[in-house]
């Protein structure tokens, strides 16, 4: 079959549409998925079982999949950093996914925690991490989340502005503690990803700028070092950075990190001070769709400390402890999202070049409330049928949701067997990052439940709502 005109340049028709791990390809699926009499089984276990369990639409989290990819980014940076710095740290960001039954995985293949929020912390908490392995970021901390931090004992707190410089050395002075603080800067490296998770620009709300202002005799990231080391209530740890989400090219966190190793280099000429770590965030790109072509860990460690190694030669420091934040490499990857289909219509479409084409709209019972990326980041997704397999041709499809908008697409394309019906299966993989901690109650759907599978088991791990849930907190009802 030849491609539809209307498919994206990238978009290939596969040679078998039931093949979920194709040669030649980055995977999308967990790596233990695979067809067993038809129907696809993650973890040891069937779609079918778990439609048949929990229904749909349904997260599914492969347990061993999310634990070997923690585990792999720990074993890369450690072995990657031990020549110049006795190791790194590996820190798992919670808003990618988080509940404590992920916390305690993360944990136990040896990483520690960022949390983004008083809630996020609370989890965390809840799951039993211990405080000095957690961070706590966030640009508009409020005083009762940072005074709960420096009453833990945080590893540390990551901090955006002047403002909240000041609001924790205040704090941490009232209540006689330390504060261990980073500084998050914007290095100015802009990433090669979508606007709104580019993070590194100026023209943003995070990070404290290595640039002075007009007027300015020195930047705010200089100002907030000077003022952090002259609290004796805060001990800095050091600095920051991220530039964004979904990054496939190592050259912008090779130029992060020469700038921020130049500024270590600066605070230590004009201080007498070297800072102790550094944390080159993270936003490693994943495979969603073919066109996505995401490095190892091994690769993307070597690649940074042979940048650290030099920066710190020219800049005249030792290397600094450095962490990382893996992010969606981590828990993306590891999960799929079971749909069924519903209603399905046929439309043609007026090419560039003026001519019909066919497109099918495949309806599925969930959409933007249980995946809100493709609507607020264009973000591409595929689909595979998983409830049994089918030797059809192949269809350009369109998976949407069940919303009252028009914009709510799961999949934008992908190719699907034209015999698709009623009550088939679909799974739509690399659903574990975002997915979840974005999901919402629009239309008064109730949020999926969340369960993991393992070795052939599966068990819920969040509790998917019901129509009694969304009642409960209606004031109005009697």
């Avoid at 090779?254 to 605070?267: P, Q, T």
């Avoid at 995401?294 to 940074?304: F, H």
Wanted: glycine share 10%; aromatic share 6%; net charge negative.
């Amino acid at each position: 079959m030849t491609a539809s005109p209307l498919a994206p340049a990238w978009l290939s028709v596969p040679a078998d549409l039931n093949d979920p791990r194709p040669a030649g390809r980055a995977p999308l699926f967990p790596a233990s998925t695979r067809r067993v009499d038809g129907a696809l089984e993650i973890g040891g276990v069937s779609v079918k079982e778990l439609e048949a369990a929990y229904g749909t639409p349904l997260y599914v989290v492969d347990e061993g999949e999310l634990r070997s990819r923690a585990a792999a980014f720990k074993r890369a940076y450690d072995a990657a950093f031990a020549p110049l710095c006795g190791g790194a740290d590996v820190y798992y960001a919670g808003k990618v996914f988080l509940n404590t039954s992920v916390a305690r995985w993360v944990a136990e293949e040896g990483l520690r925690l960022d949390t983004a929020s008083g809630g996020e912390l609370a989890v965390a908490l809840a799951a039993g991490i211990a405080p000095e392995l957690i961070g706590l970021h966030g640009n508009n901390k409020s005083d009762a989340e940072i005074e709960r931090a420096l009453t833990l004992g945080l590893g540390r707190i990551i901090s955006d502005s002047l403002d909240e410089v000041r609001r924790v050395a205040a704090t941490a002075e009232r209540l006689g503690v330390t504060a261990q603080l980073m500084l998050r800067l914007t290095p100015g490296v802009h990433a090669s990803t979508h606007e709104f998770i580019a993070t590194a620009h100026e023209d943003q709300k995070f990070g404290l700028s290595l640039h002075p202002r007009a007027g300015q005799e020195r930047s705010d990231a200089a100002e907030a070092v000077a003022e952090a080391l002259a609290s004796e209530h805060v001990h800095l740890l050091g600095l920051h950075c991220h530039i964004g989400s979904q990054i496939f090219e190592s050259a912008g966190f090779a130029e992060a990190a020469r700038r921020l190793i130049a500024f270590l280099g600066e605070v230590k000429a004009r201080h007498g001070v070297q800072l102790p770590e550094l944390d080159l965030g993270g936003g490693y790109g994943i495979a969603y769709t073919e066109q996505d072509t995401p490095s190892t860990p091994e690769v993307l460690a070597a690649e940074t400390a042979a940048v650290v190694a030099e920066a710190c030669a020219a800049a005249g420091i030792d290397v600094p402890r450095i962490s990382i934040e893996p992010g969606r490499a981590i828990a993306g990857p590891a999960g799929v999202t079971l749909y069924s289909v519903g209603v399905q219509k046929d439309v043609e479409v007026e090419t560039a070049g003026g001519e019909a084409a066919p497109r099918r709209y495949v309806a599925v019972d969930g959409g933007m409330s249980d995946n809100a990326r493709p609507v607020l980041y264009d973000a591409d997704y595929s689909a595979l049928i998983a409830s049994r397999e089918s030797d059809a041709e192949p269809l350009l499809a369109r998976v949407v949701g069940k919303h009252c908008e028009s914009g709510d697409i799961v999949v934008r394309d992908a190719y699907l067997p034209a015999d698709l019906g009623r009550g088939d299966l679909l799974a739509v993989p690399a659903t574990g990052a975002y997915c979840w901690s974005l999901a919402s109650n629009y239309n008064y759907l109730p949020r999926p439940a969340v369960v993991a599978v393992t070795g052939g088991t599966h068990r819920v791990i969040v509790r998917g709502e019901t129509e009694t849930d969304l009642l409960s907190r209606d004031a109005g009802i009697a």
